[in-house]
């Protein structure tokens, strides 16, 4: 069950069964070199198991807002910072 603290993320993929829609954290879900990667569970030795799923077989991914404000307000200060807006 998601931690709600942290926001959650669901994403709409094709795989070899079908249609797929997940439900997962908000720091269990990333964008990467075209890939979507989604924490699917752990192994016998606590390391997480990712799948890897090509932005081609994704139909839509959707975040918590508190999760997109809190990437935005990053994303400011760190621009804020790079050229010396302090305010």
């Given at each position: 069950m998601?931690?709600?603290d942290v926001g959650?993320?669901?994403i709409v993929y094709e795989d070899a069964?079908?249609?797929t829609?997940?439900?997962v954290e908000n720091d269990d879900i990333v964008y990467f070199d075209d890939h979507w990667l989604v924490k699917v569970g752990e192994?016998?030795?606590g390391d997480d198991v990712v799948r890897?799923?090509?932005r081609e077989r994704?139909?839509?991914v959707e975040r918590s807002i508190d999760e997109l404000e809190k990437k935005?307000?990053?994303a400011i200060e760190q621009a804020k910072e790079q050229f010396g807006w302090w305010g």
């Open positions: 998601p931690d709600p959650t993320a669901t069964d079908g249609i829609e997940r439900e192994n016998d030795d890897r799923i090509p994704v139909q839509y935005v307000e990053g």
